[in-house]
């Protein structure tokens, strides 16, 4: 059974870094595509970043370009998710998803999330 | 940028009903299209990939449909457990957006 298990989130002030991070298993974690998707108190979900299954193609929100940061470490099943430069409008539930083995799939395994509030 | 747009943003309904939800793409994104539930306090759920494949282990009462720039999710027959809201999503090799979302609650 495929399992991601977010951590990480926790209170910030505006301007603060953090680093989520993401555990999996029940699959080949380095054979999959993963992302980060983000939903806002009350509000729906907005794609954050993803990144390949090598690590080495990432793309961001245009929200987030510059700021965030995807990575991964095959060796031992994790995802992260370095935030800098934090804003108000950043605070959400943070959840991770699986992908493909190609990049053109859908997410078919989700995280339960992890809240991150930016806040002073 | 592609947006989505789905319609309604709020559906009433009752047990038994069928119901359409649908969603317009502001391009051409061929069938590159999911559709996935969200309960309260729950991560979404995968229903439908490539606009009309199944995913495993969804009943069989949902259905997805269209392709360029239409789309749409069927419930054939509402059970309890669907009152949720639904969104569709495109994705392609870079990028991924969603629509605003349909809830679906109780008439």
């Known amino acids: 059974e495929v399992q991601l298990v977010e951590s990480g989130g926790v209170v910030v002030q505006p301007g603060g870094s953090l680093r989520l991070s993401c555990a999996a298993s029940?699959?080949?974690?380095?054979?999959?595509?993963m992302h980060w998707v983000r939903q806002a108190p009350g509000k729906g979900l907005e794609w954050v970043s993803l990144i390949s299954w090598d690590g080495d193609t990432t793309y961001y929100a245009d929200s987030v370009k510059g700021r965030f940061t995807i990575s991964r470490d095959n060796s031992k099943n994790s995802l992260y998710l370095q935030m800098n430069s934090l804003r108000t409008e950043d605070t959400a539930l943070y959840y991770c998803a699986k992908g493909g083995i190609t990049m053109l799939v859908a997410l078919d395994s989700w995280g339960q999330g992890t809240l991150v509030t930016v806040s002073s | 940028d592609i947006q989505m747009t789905q319609s309604p943003s709020t559906l009433s309904a009752s047990v038994g009903d069928r119901v359409t939800i649908t969603c317009r793409a502001s391009?051409?994104?061929?069938?590159?299209l999911a559709w996935y539930q969200q309960k309260p306090r729950k991560a979404p759920k995968l229903l439908i990939y490539k606009a009309s494949s199944l995913e495993s282990g969804v009943p069989s009462r949902f259905s997805g449909s269209g392709s360029g720039t239409e789309f749409t999710l069927t419930i054939s027959s509402l059970q309890p457990d669907d009152f949720a809201t639904y969104y569709c999503q495109h994705y392609n090799t870079f990028s991924i957006t969603f629509g605003q979302g349909t809830r679906l609650e109780i008439k």
């Open positions: 029940g699959f080949t974690f380095n054979d999959y595509t």
């Open positions: 391009q051409s994104i061929s069938t590159w």
